[in-house]
């Protein structure tokens, strides 16, 4: 791979560096973005123009580069002899499988699964959705998408029928790659029927499904199912990558919003490209031939980024994780992986070092292992509570009789890569508990009120990103550039809006406080309130609901409904309609919402135009002190008569 002087120098690590390229970016960003395109990626035509803003404030990376993403991650690495060395480590402690696969190996196999999708009429610009567990197969369906310049869309397992047929009927996908069975940690789970189901409520359907048989249970095939591993016998030879415009998609990416459609985040292909192999040796700190162990799930923008893509762009090897950080077997189980891969650098959500210290509080099982290889740990998906953060930098060192950092990086499936991290292979700052630390070149933080105006260091605001984003960010919201722009674009002239508050220090450190609308994150898995609200109110007992994320020691937040019984429902047993709404929700949504918790209450507080208070509600669910109580209630004993229920844990 070449480098540019800027990488050579990441090396030494000095404190200038960061701002260095940082002023850089500030002083010529056209030539900034243009050298990083050409020095971590392979064009068939090199782009002569970095950003687009023609059609601000929509803007397009790289816009006359044509490349092929696939290539960029398997091929010129076998080219540049890197064939032997491991690309994907699939470790499944649930199924007791640890399998080493070559790049030589992947780029067979995608090359192979490539031209099968093609010969079954796959073509550029196809929509391909996959909905797979972690199982090196959902890697290959991702990749052999890109060699065809075929859209992907991955959807998370722990999501229900329902959802996934809204992102078939939203993506109208000619294929849907899928498998028999994926392995939790008590159950196997069979997928073919709730795909079957998914297929039968989407209204485009798709031509032909794919299903990976697994040993853990083989399913029937229906007339429009192939066999996966047949279909890759019947094809002996591969097919070479399809070039593409930089512009062109690579995926899109459903995430929760604020109204009940699910948000398709489009990523374009050259930015994305570019990005992603650019933060791994900037943020990550990660050199060709290092290894990475990212224990996310490729349903998740974090399994795209940093399980898939950034890795085997930057030829990383990469450890594909098919269990939980604890009871497979145990709460050791990420450090037995990291001993056994020679880990450089793993990556989870602060929830599941929750989850570790709950049930081994003392690392006793962590430092069974040899994590010499360990150079960080870097963990998002939902703010880091400085007590995760010091009990998490504490056991590493107790471990390692190293200072690990304990990297906090802030981002969202919008913005494809961290917006703020400690940029380790740049500048290793000081890290501070509660911040993600310091933007990552590119990404332009400022914190505003709601009228627009920037608020002095310290004080909490709207975090908004200046435009334009860096490569690798959403390009739009897929067949709906309106909604990009309603929902990011409009709030704030020339700002990306976040919905995420919080407030940056008088060193340019910030820090995510949370949510502006309902978005809560569960267990690092980002859900809508509205969304679990919608299915609640749709019982037929219930008259009016609402749905708030409160506090959870392990998980970060869970959703709590609080519901008003309509008077049809007066002979109904409370516990009865309790049990059947948690069902509903589970058969609606998934079981990812983890939707447990509900009260029956006789009224819900609200205003006098008739808003519920959610945020009070919260706020005294979660024992705030000095729960915010607008003037505008309109009868306050019905908050005081909810107070009880509320601060019941
Ligand atoms: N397919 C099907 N079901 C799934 C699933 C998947 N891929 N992932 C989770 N589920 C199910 C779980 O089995 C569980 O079902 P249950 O109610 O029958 O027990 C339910 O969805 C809730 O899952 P989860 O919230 O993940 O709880 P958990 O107890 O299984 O695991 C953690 C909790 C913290 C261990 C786990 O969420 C975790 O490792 N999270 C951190 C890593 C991560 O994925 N982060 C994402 C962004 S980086
Ligand atoms: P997702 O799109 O699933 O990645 O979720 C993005 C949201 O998760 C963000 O908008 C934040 O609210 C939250 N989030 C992710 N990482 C962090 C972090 N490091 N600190 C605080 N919040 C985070």
Redesign the pocket.
Not at 522 to 525: N, P, Q, R, S, Y
């Given at each position: 791979m070449r480098h540019n002087s800027f990488m050579n120098t990441t090396t030494e690590n000095s404190a200038a560096n960061y701002d260095e390229v940082v002023t850089r970016i500030a002083e010529d960003p056209e030539r900034f973005w243009l050298e990083q395109a050409k020095s971590h990626i392979d064009w068939v035509t090199e782009p002569t123009k970095a950003v687009d803003d023609s059609n601000a404030p929509i803007y397009r990376w790289f816009p006359d580069g044509e490349l092929n993403v696939c290539f960029n991650a398997i091929d010129r690495h076998v080219a540049n002899g890197r064939g032997d060395q491991a690309a994907i480590i699939y470790d499944s402690p649930v199924t007791n499988t640890v399998r080493s696969i070559t790049y030589a190996e992947l780029l067979d196999e995608v090359s192979r699964f490539a031209r099968a999708l093609s010969d079954k009429g796959v073509t550029k610009g196809d929509r391909v959705v996959i909905y797979m567990?972690m199982i090196p197969e959902a890697a290959v369906a991702m990749l052999a998408c890109a060699r065809l310049g075929a859209i992907h869309s991955v959807v998370?397992?722990?999501f229900a029928p329902n959802e996934l047929a809204v992102r078939i009927d939203d993506t109208a996908p000619k294929a849907v790659i899928s498998t028999s069975c994926?392995v939790?940690?008590s159950r196997v789970?069979e997928y073919k029927p709730m795909l079957d189901e998914a297929v039968e409520i989407a209204a485009n359907k798709p031509e032909f499904t794919v299903i990976v048989q697994r040993d853990e249970h083989r399913c029937e095939l229906g007339e429009t199912d192939l066999d996966y591993a047949e279909l890759l016998d019947q094809t002996p030879e591969g097919i070479d990558p399809v070039t593409v415009k930089a512009t062109d998609e690579l995926y899109v990416l459903y995430t929760s919003g604020t109204t009940g459609k699910p948000k398709g985040i489009v990523r374009d292909s050259g930015g994305y490209a570019v990005a992603s192999a650019f933060s791994m040796p900037t943020v990550f700190g990660l050199q060709p031939g290092d290894t990475m162990f990212t224990?996310?799930?490729v349903?998740?923008v974090?399994g795209h980024t940093y399980i898939i893509y950034a890795p085997l762009l930057a030829g990383v090897t990469s450890v594909l994780y098919e269990g939980?950080?604890?009871g497979t077997p145990d709460a050791g189980a990420f450090f037995r992986a990291i001993e056994q891969h020679k880990v450089n650098v793993h990556f989870?959500?602060p929830?599941?070092m929750r989850?570790v210290r709950k049930e081994d509080p003392n690392g006793e099982l962590m430092k069974k292992y040899d994590l010499s290889s360990l150079r960080a740990e870097f963990l998002?998906?939902e703010r880091l509570d400085p007590d995760t953060y010091e009990w998490t930098t504490k056991i590493l060192a107790e471990a390692t009789g190293r200072d690990i950092p304990v990297v906090d990086n802030w981002w969202q499936t919008e913005t494809g890569w961290p917006i703020t991290a400690n940029p380790l292979g740049l500048t290793r700052f000081p890290l501070k508990a509660g911040s993600s630390t310091k933007p990552n070149p590119g990404f332009q933080v400022e914190i505003v009120d709601p009228g627009g105006k920037p608020v002095p260091a310290g004080e909490e605001g709207l975090i908004v990103i200046k435009l334009p984003l860096p490569p690798g960010t959403m390009a739009t919201v897929w067949g709906d550039d309106e909604r990009f722009i309603s929902s990011y674009l409009a709030a704030f002239d020339g700002y990306y809006l976040t919905g995420d508050s919080g407030y940056l220090d008088e060193d340019g450190y910030v820090f995510v406080m949370g949510r502006t609308d309902d978005v809560i994150n569960?267990?690092?898995?980002r859900l809508s309130t509205g969304i679990i609200e919608a299915v609640v109110a749709s019982h037929p007992a219930v008259a009016e609901a609402a749905v708030i994320g409160v506090h959870d020691d392990?998980?970060g937040q869970i959703p709590r409904a609080l519901v008003v019984l309509g008077d049809s429902a007066e002979a109904a047993d409370p516990n009865t309609v309790i049990d059947e709404l948690v069902a509903l929700v589970r058969k609606e949504i998934g079981?990812?919402a983890?939707f447990k918790r509900v009260d029956i209450v006789s009224g819900l507080p609200k205003t006098r135009s008739g808003k519920i208070l959610r945020k009070t509600m919260r706020q005294i669910a979660d024992g705030e002190n000095d729960p915010a109580v607008p003037s505008t209630i309109e009868d306050r004993s019905v908050l005081d008569d909810l107070g009880a229920v509320l601060s019941r844990s």
């Open positions: 567990p998370f397992g722990g994926g939790e940690k789970l224990a996310s799930d349903g998740w974090v939980k950080p604890v989870t959500a929830t599941a989850v998002a998906g569960v267990a690092g898995h392990v998980k079981p990812v983890a």
